[in-house]
């Protein structure tokens, strides 16, 4: 079965050239019925002349977001149009027709989401001091640079990266990923295993003498630890090997392997502490959901299982790409250093008020 795609571009459009290509190779089941541009001048346009495939400028001027977007979806339904793809266009689509074209619509965006979304990704990745950065391809919803994810690839940041040589080096993954994310879309996503196995490396390391969680805090190194945050009872402490980025835990000072035995202040403590690191994370991360639980003993997975902790895990729709790994390489899109500092931001910014 063949799947009628319509694509909406602003600017040079080679993400179009290389899902063409793919369509006539036999790769994509697709075929590109119209490509419409709210630039004269753009590049999709002549990729579209180029291969016979009808195309469109339609001004934007004068016309308010949703007046211009329902004459795109004219065009797009006349030519029989069943999903939208976007390469470079750079205007905000509307409610009216993102839920016309409900999880019907795919975007890329020059970044791992959900870091680095809106403008000049490129820099963004730059200023923070990543040393990965990438690209994604994901189904839109109301919101921007956010949805579901379908695919991402990673790009590694080099100490000599420019704003052109980082973007040049993404848009080249751009080219390879586009048409490998929609042959997913169309065939469903069928992911069968989750590993997570950089997990095996701090599992099975040699562990120093002594408690982890006791000695952290002894040191009065928090920011060298990645020590958010002091309660009188519990603290709250990064984890340096997260099943996802903002991964905290929060950690009583007592040395204790169960719950047994707390004070209620205790308790309570470790609850509120919890719901400090859930909303330090929404507003820096802007995650769709959260895990929050507690490992006890070894076998239900608890890496220091003489210390009890609690987990708090920020998740992403289609954040499962984040847990996979090709060839041994855990994909995690911001530095540790780089999430430690903007919590902390976050913090000072809510002591303050």
């Not at 790769?27 to 709210?38: I, T």
């Not at 630890?225 to 000072?253: D, E, Q, S, T, W």
């Not at 994909?331 to 002591?351: F, I, M, N, P």
Request: one cysteine or more.
């Amino acid at each position: 079965m063949t799947v009628s795609v319509g694509v909406l571009s602003s600017g040079r459009g080679e993400n179009l050239r290389y899902i063409l290509k793919a369509e006539r190779s036999g790769y994509l089941p697709v075929q590109v019925k119209m490509v419409l541009a709210d630039q004269p001048k753009a590049g999709a346009l002549q990729i579209a002349r180029e291969f016979d495939v009808p195309c469109l400028y339609l001004d934007p001027s004068g016309s308010s977001r949703e007046e211009y977007d329902r004459r795109l979806m004219q065009h797009l339904d006349a030519a029989g149009v069943e999903l939208v793809v976007l390469t470079g266009f750079l205007r905000i689509l509307s409610g009216t027709f993102v839920k016309h074209y409900q999880n019907r619509i795919l975007n890329i965006h020059p970044a791992l989401l959900p870091s680095f979304r809106g403008k000049d990704a490129f820099q963004q990745a730059l200023d923070h001091g990543v040393k990965w950065t990438g690209t994604t391809i994901h189904i839109v919803d109301e919101d921007v640079d956010h949805g579901p994810i379908i695919y991402q690839v990673p790009v590694p940041v080099r100490e000599t990266d420019t704003h052109d040589s980082l973007k040049a080096r993404i848009q080249r993954a751009e080219q390879r990923a586009y048409p490998k994310a929609i042959k997913i879309f169309l065939e469903g996503f069928r992911l069968e295993n989750l590993w997570a196995p950089w997990r095996i490396d701090y599992i099975l390391s040699k562990k120093p003498p002594g408690c982890i969680f006791c000695d952290k805090p002894r040191e009065e190194k928090d920011e060298e630890n990645l020590i958010l945050y002091r309660g009188k009872y519990n603290f709250i402490i990064m984890n340096a090997f997260p099943y996802n980025n903002g991964h905290l835990m929060v950690v009583p000072y007592k040395h204790t392997a169960s719950l047994s035995g707390w004070q209620p202040e205790e308790q309570q403590e470790m609850m509120k502490l919890a719901e400090m690191g859930v909303e330090l994370l929404r507003k820096t991360m802007k995650p769709d959901g959260f895990n929050l639980g507690i490992n006890m003993g070894l076998v239900a997975g608890a890496g220091v299982a003489d210390h009890i902790h609690l987990h708090i895990v920020p998740r992403w729709n289609g954040d499962t790409n984040f847990m996979l790994v090709l060839s041994d390489t855990r994909v995690l899109s911001e530095h540790l250093r780089a999430t430690y500092g903007k919590l902390k931001e976050a913090l000072a910014a809510k002591e303050r008020k």
